[in-house]
């Protein structure tokens, strides 16, 4: 059944190799993780083989993709300055320098992201991204794109994958398939969320894994350029409209559009089967959104698309045999802490790092996923918690008072003991922090405070009964 | 590829039929849960072909499964009753009244299960119960039994299942495989912990799954019966040797020979790599049972066997076009509240209270099959957790004193208001109270012994102010 492919796909680096330039990594995945995992390994000296389903997207106009656009903070940033690509990345983001939050009557208020040292996420379009990466692997001499290939089986023990390759055009009638197998030192597993290499991993004995979907869908909306050619709202900010059970977003385009998304739990968006009714509910809850994604434009997108699931993926341990799990494929989170290419891109940062310590040999390269797999989880699955956590935040807290009083004495904390009082989406977005560190700090900082109000209310309780004994 | 099978396996019942009697079941797994659908459907006047992927187990002598006795408790019971089974069963039992505590000294004393009304559990054979299961389904002229019948694909939402049979025996040179396809107007799913059903399910949008391994495996050893043929301990117990990280149990057979399994963590059983290892870790923590294992059969026992490992798995929902997951392929459990094959029996009686309001119509079926996934899910999560926690109650919680106070005060309230106050274990194991409802019920008796507890500090607090400002 199986047919060779007329390239050297087959000829694995000898077992014995000792140096990266003899070792072979094979990625299944095309996405942002392995696109950035093809530039790290080849930079290493690795040979790389970067295996996608899809066509090459550098030839196809839209992105097919569903989320469009990302926010980008330290953690990508730091994993793009490894392959020398932050600058240009950085110069095509639109920096949003607060959330600003929507009321219902259309008034505007602005929640700065680092109201201490006033940095910003960056908006970024995941097609550029993805081409970007999958362009400067392209350059390297070590690395083979391939592209148009559905893994279909394989073993993780002997590093081996095997893939469907069709030629002449995905699915055409005059599609011939081909099989293609290859094999690797080190097989890399970045094909996302539904990982089809993950499915050999949950052969495995031992392999913890879960997939939990939220009772909340996202549809996607946009609101285009004015007339003149303008953003429609100010572009230096994420836009919210929290609306307690659900909520829309905006984030800015490079062609000065928006991509706007509605998260809203899915008997709502069923609730909305008429016109009439789409634009009374965008009426009472958006209204200042409703000319700008214009009305008719609205109703065309709400009732071609389907609201879309979101689900959170946990998985360990995250290597076996010799295959690892990066990113989605190791750990998918809901999208409401901005983090899921950033955390997938601080795992590639992480990996360099162990990398470093090597000396080229498999056994070491079992060491390292090894040690990869019990550092990263702990702190995979904190940010996959701080995801599903900020969903409430978003889409309901920031409109209470007592959200807002607690950011605002984490803000005056922060600026007086920077070093000691790093708030939580602080630590999150624009610092290197181990997730699960994160976390810790903040349930330390709720001690502190809590602590703090019963001495405070201890001290009031006794100079009341001072005083009281004194009259 | 796919060849038809002789039999009439293709032939689905019209779509349209709206009597039980023309209706078709495929179920997918012979064991415990399975064959006992199959008696539960068969009774109600559906035609039920059971799919099984081992050969007849009632011709091999020895069980196949890995767990070879069970401890059956009320719902089991319930559930075998309804299919006229429960008496046959309870006479091949052993009565369980109590567990019997080992100490280190190999001194003992008891804990009875039911300090009230003294009922009991009963340890029944694996073999025996799913023998006595197939042959009562086998009976039934609308039962058609199918081993060795390997599952490979299927759609839900056409009721349809693909199998593998191999012909002349499983695996042999000579063995044909041969393309099946069976056509239902309900599929279940009782393939167990590792089901080939819910591979399908897997693929739905919105599956919820989990699998979580503990860090613990097992190992069975066995205490065969007495020179004279008699049960080397006291038969009506459930013998335990509790301590702390790792236990061993032991459940009577009827040939008078003991099950023992040790529950340990992998580390742990890695560490003994000796024969004098393995007896001084013996005689240190089990010195009263080394005699009657006996050093040559424990050391034989040990050593010719790897420990195995224990899953928990979690899904939601537990139906999906015409199929439904039922038993450990819905709710797989860590064994330590020995309810793993009552919940799933439960499943089968709980199905059948649903079917009794069900017109029989295929539209009425579904119905049913979202009913059966929204009622029990909540109450099969609930006994996967409390297994996960009875662990620590049976290898550590039994030795504390804390924990021996808290049983004590639970049967006094019991034997003083039993119907007010259950305790957890009793609510579980002797009652049909939802398992959702037994965790709620403890939660409230929490609550109310911390309240008492604290309004009695209170009040002692109140009498010595009292008798200070008197003084």
Redesign the interface.
């Known amino acids: 059944m199986r047919t060779v492919g007329s390239t050297d796909l087959q000829q694995p680096s000898a077992g014995m190799a000792d140096t990266a330039e003899s070792q072979k990594v094979v990625i299944v995945g095309g996405g942002l993780v392995g696109s950035l995992a093809a530039c790290m390994f080849s930079q290493r000296g690795y040979r790389v083989d970067l295996f996608e389903y899809r066509n090459d997207p550098r030839l196809s106009a839209v992105s097919q993709g569903r989320s469009i656009n990302l926010a980008m903070s330290r953690r990508a940033r730091a994993a793009l300055g490894l392959v020398g690509l932050e600058g240009e990345l950085l110069r095509h983001g639109i920096a949003m320098k607060a959330r600003m939050i929507h009321d219902l009557e259309g008034g505007t208020r602005e929640i700065p992201y680092d109201a201490r040292t006033n940095q910003c996420i960056y908006s970024v379009g995941r097609k550029f991204l993805n081409d970007v990466l999958l362009s400067a692997a392209e350059k390297r001499s070590n690395v083979r794109l391939l592209f148009g290939h559905k893994m279909t089986g394989g073993s993780l023990d002997e590093g081996r994958v095997e893939f469907e390759r069709t030629e002449g055009g995905t699915g055409g009638p005059k599609a011939k398939v081909k099989a293609v197998e290859a094999v690797g030192d080190l097989v890399v597993g970045c094909d996302g969320a539904f990982s089809s290499l993950r499915r050999l991993f949950m052969k495995k ?9 939220i009772e909340h869908g996202y549809m996607e909306l946009r609101i285009p350029p004015t007339a003149d050619g303008e953003f429609a709202m100010p572009p230096n900010f994420l836009h919210i409209w929290p609306r307690g059970e659900f909520m829309m977003i905006a984030l800015p385009n490079q062609d000065r559009s928006w991509t706007v998304t509605l998260f809203m739990p899915f008997a709502q968006f069923e609730a909305i089967t008429t016109e009439a009714e789409l634009l009374a509910f965008f009426g009472q809850h958006f209204a200042d959104a409703v000319p700008l994604l214009g009305e008719d434009a609205l109703v065309g997108d709400f009732f071609r698309s389907k609201p879309q ?1 979101l689900v959170s993926v946990k998985c360990r341990p995250y290597h076996a045999g010799r295959a690892l799990l990066l990113g989605d494929a190791a750990h998918a989170m809901v999208p409401f802490y901005g983090q899921g290419m950033n955390a997938g891109f601080e795992d590639v940062r992480l990996l360099s790092g162990l990398l470093d310590g090597l000396g080229g040999s498999p056994a070491g390269l079992a060491d390292v996923l090894r040690r990869f797999s019990e550092h990263r989880n702990a702190d995979a699955e904190a940010i996959c918690d701080l995801a599903m956590y900020n969903y409430v935040e978003m889409r309901d807290l920031v409109n209470r008072p007592s959200f807002l009083l607690r950011k605002a004495l984490d803000n005056a904390l922060y600026a007086v003991l920077p070093d000691v009082w790093v708030p939580l989406y602080n630590s999150v977005t624009f610092s290197d922090m181990r997730y699960s560190e994160c976390v810790r700090n903040r349930v330390w900082q709720d001690q502190v405070i809590r602590g703090v109000l019963v001495a405070l209310l201890a001290c009031a309780a006794l100079l009341g009964l001072v005083a009281f004994v004194k009259a």
């Not at 004995?205 to 979907?213: A, D, K, L, R």
């Open positions: 004995p031992m392999f913890n894994f879960s997939q939990t979907y699931p």
